[in-house]
């Protein structure tokens, strides 16, 4: 947040002054620090279909942190929350949930795994209906469900991809509470990799994701380790590591207990060995879209003993439209962003210079997603980057590898505190939760797919863009 926005925030003049000009006063988003216990710490109302499939996986969760689980009491699924919970050996609490109740919930799970057509949409109405005023600010929504394209008819497959829109809608109208709300796909038989998903989802590291889809599927499953050091002992490669949102993924990880390789070009020598003398990374200096660039990337990888973490961060814009576009603009941009990133995993994946269970993850765009005027180079990169990862889930699952993309929609940096004040505040407020996001953000979520346990998420494309206006 600008300082100058901040300070009117902060002070209720400069908040009901904000207010009467038309600009939301957000709430401040709860992000995750060090010193929180546990992934989540709060109250948990949850509900299920008949026949729900992931309650239990659910319930043990929430065993593992601070959660103090309710359940509507006249629910006619009641007893089987009861069921899990004692076999979770999870004290549930029933609760009459009505209009005007008292009790304030910091997260309402719904598991909707066993819908079998749009008939069974009402008992989303009548678990939600009572209790979306009961939302606490930051609070959260996670609605789950199967895979609509593996459903077992069409009328399942509707109702399993009707999760989406209401989820999203709903993430609409709990945003100025700064709460959010996602929907999560797990596949049959992969229950038991729900773990990350579900904990990245609930906790304070997903403040800026919202009206977001997760799909988690069959792999080997990998038990969650230390919330606070996910990555200990693995090796992390940034590229763009010296400034801006590179920098905040190369600390996250560094936080989570990564060794780094930080990779950036040369005269940006000084910043990357300021950043990677700070949180005990190494440096590699070069261009990512010159020819020896993945031979050096692999050379490094394998004195560490190969990559577990491959994060394709560095990207650049050279923006002009298309009729007034130079060509090289429109190759080096493409180069950089799209190509650099294909020849590198290439090489590693030749070289076996990136582990078994290993990550890669590509930073894409929304501007990849929804199109932007001067941005026809970018736009087709960051889209290419996202063809790219839901091509090649398929290919490295066989190689136990995963790949993901996450794009960022307004995140605060140097160069957005650049761009004129009114355009920025409305770029930074066009979204469900009023606010820009912090290149942290995008780190948090490039750890949660970096974790081990995230063996079963691949093929996903998250944008973390607080659920922006724009765009698709
Ligand atoms: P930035 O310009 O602040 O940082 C990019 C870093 O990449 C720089 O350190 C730069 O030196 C390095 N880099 C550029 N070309 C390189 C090359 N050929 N080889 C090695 N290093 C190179 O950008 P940022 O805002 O931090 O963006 C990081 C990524 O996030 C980019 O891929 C960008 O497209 C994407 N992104 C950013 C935003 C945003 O709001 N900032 C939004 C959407 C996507």
């Known amino acids: 947040m600008s300082n100058f926005y901040e300070t009117m925030l902060n002070n209720n003049l400069g908040r009901s002054l904000l207010k009467n000009v038309g600009l939301p006063t957000p709430i401040e988003l709860k992000r995750y620090n060090t010193s929180q216990e546990t992934y989540f710490e709060g109250k948990v109302l949850i509900g299920s279909s008949e026949n729900a499939g992931l309650l239990d996986d659910v319930l043990r969760n929430l065993k593992d942190c601070k959660a103090t689980v309710y359940f509507p009491a006249a629910a006619r699924t009641a007893a089987g929350i009861v069921a899990a919970a004692k076999k979770a050996g999870v004290k549930a609490i029933g609760i009459e949930c009505k209009k005007g109740m008292r009790e304030k919930f910091d997260a309402l799970v719904f598991d909707a795994s066993g819908f079998e057509d749009g008939h069974d949409l009402n008992q989303l109405y009548y678990f939600f209906n009572p209790v979306m005023r009961q939302i606490n600010s930051n609070g959260r929504v996670i609605v789950l469900g199967r895979p609509h394209l593996k459903a077992k008819s069409g009328e399942q497959a509707a109702a399993m991809r009707a999760l989406e829109g209401f989820t999203r809608s709903v993430a ?114 070069g261009d990512i879209s010159s020819a020896e660039a993945p031979q050096m990337i692999s050379d490094k990888l394998k004195e560490l003993g190969g990559g577990d973490l491959i994060v394709h961060n560095a990207g650049i814009t050279r923006d002009k439209t298309l009729a007034n576009m130079p060509e090289h603009w429109w190759d080096m941009t493409i180069n950089i962003n799209l190509c650099a990133e294909e020849n590198i995993n290439n090489a590693l994946l030749k070289d076996g210079t990136i582990n078994e269970g290993a990550s890669i993850v590509c930073v894409s765009s929304m501007n990849g997603i929804a199109g932007q005027l001067g941005q026809t180079n970018y736009a087709a990169s960051k889209a290419g980057v996202i063809g790219y990862v839901q091509y090649m889930a398929d290919e490295l699952a066989k190689k136990k590898i995963t790949i993901n993309a996450v794009a960022p929609g307004f995140i605060e940096t140097q160069m957005t505190d650049a761009i004129p004040f009114m355009t920025r505040e409305v770029g930074r407020r066009l979204n469900s939760l009023s606010q820009g996001g912090k290149p942290v953000d995008v780190a948090e979520t490039i750890a949660f797919f970096g974790n081990p346990a995230s063996s079963g998420v691949s093929g996903n494309v998250v944008r973390i863009c607080g659920q922006s206006l724009v765009g698709a």
């Not at 090796?235 to 920098?247: K, N, P, Q």
């Not at 190369?250 to 070009?265: C, E, F, M, P």
């Open 172 to 285: 609409k109208e709990i945003g100025k509470k700064s709460a959010t709300a996602q929907s999560i796909y797990v596949e049959e038989g992969a229950d038991a990799n729900l773990d990350s998903a579900f904990r990245f989802v609930i906790s304070a590291k997903s403040a800026y994701m919202d009206g977001q889809v997760l799909h988690v599927g069959k792999a080997d499953v990998v038990g969650y380790p230390d919330w606070h050091k996910p990555l200990a002992g693995k090796v992390a490669l940034v590229t763009g590591a010296a400034r801006g949102i590179g920098e905040s993924i190369a600390r996250t990880l560094a936080r989570d207990g990564a060794k780094v390789i930080g990779l950036d070009i040369p005269p940006a020598e000084k910043d990357l060995s300021r950043v990677m003398a700070e949180i005990g990374g190494d440096i590699l200096l």
